[in-house]
């Protein structure tokens, strides 16, 4: 039986006077790669945002129902435990990296809050220069030189060297060219075999749900259908709003 980790229920949010989101309700198993689909300002990054409780003003009010982790409500948690005591991380839309840093310094600052060993953390270095070779070759380059796939790839293995295992991920392959857009969810793709759990949202339709195990698709901060993969691939109306068919 899968074990139900991330759950929103009934979730209301507002900026200001304004209803983002008007109680949706979705959940992620353990182990599961899921994905969230719609249009620009249906209301897919302010889900993420709200469950990775950022704080005001860059985050919306949450105004009725819950965000549920293993179970516990995450609504008085605040956004660095979140990370450092529940492993879960969103890897925001426009990478957000510390460009005056190299690539080294950037994953080195990731690891502040962890508690587990030395080896653990240069096991973890080790596996992000595995998974990205390309980061391997740039360490000691300063981050704002690299190309702005290389730049998501660090953002990636930055989350990783955090020490998470349940990352979401804001448009990952936004501004990729396509090879580092495969190389990009290849190396996703194996951490989720490897027992990383994923939250996905993507632009690119397609791509998401061949990528993921199930989808939900938002519309207007209301989720419209739902499903495994296969199933939202061959829904008429899905396919006709975003699958280009």
Same mark, same amino acid.
């Given at each position: @039986?899968?074990?139900?980790l991330?759950?929103?229920?009934? $979730?209301? !949010?507002?900026?200001?006077? +304004?209803?983002?989101?008007h ?9 599961e790669?899921?994905? $969230?689909i &719609? ?6 990054s302010?889900?993420? @945002? ?11 009010k ?7 982790y ?5 609504? #008085? ?29 950037n994953l ?6 962890r ?16 998974l990205?070779?390309? =980061?391997?070759?740039?360490?000691k380059?300063?981050?704002? /030189? $690299? ?15 955090? &020490?998470c ?5 804001d448009?990952? /392959?936004?501004?990729?060219?396509? =090879?580092l857009?495969?190389?990009?969810f290849?190396?996703l ?7 990383m759990? +994923?939250? =996905?949202i ?5 791509l998401? =749900? ?13 989720? !419209? ?9 061959e829904?008429?109306? !899905? ?5 280009g #068919?």
């Open positions: @039986m899968s074990e139900r991330l759950e929103i229920k009934d $979730l209301k !949010v507002k900026y200001g006077n +304004i209803e983002a989101l109680g949706i309700s979705f959940h992620v198993d353990r182990g790669i899921v994905t $969230l &719609g249009a620009n300002g249906a209301g897919k302010t889900t993420l @945002m709200s469950i990775s409780r950022l704080p005001p003003p860059e985050a919306p949450v105004v009725a129902g819950g965000i549920f293993n179970g516990e409500s995450l609504l #008085g948690w605040t956004p660095d435990k979140i990370v450092s005591e529940l492993h879960l991380i969103l890897v925001p839309e426009g990478r957000h990296i510390f460009g005056n840093l190299t690539v080294e310094e080195k600052l990731a690891t502040y809050a508690k587990d060993t030395p080896q653990d953390i240069e096991r973890d270095y080790q596996r992000v220069y595995s990205f070779p390309r =980061l391997a070759e740039r360490r380059q300063q981050s704002e /030189s $690299l190309s702005g796939g290389e730049q998501q790839m660090l953002a990636v293995s930055r989350a990783l060297m955090a &020490g295992t349940f990352i979401m991920l448009e990952p /392959s936004m501004g990729l060219a396509p =090879l857009m495969y190389d990009m290849r190396a793709k194996e951490l989720n075999k490897e027992g759990t +994923i939250l =996905l993507e632009q690119n339709a397609n998401a =749900l061949k990528f993921a195990d199930r989808g939900y698709v938002i519309d207007t901060g209301e989720i !419209v259908a739902q499903g495994t993969s296969a199933e939202l691939m829904d008429p109306e !899905v396919k006709k709003a975003y699958l #068919g």
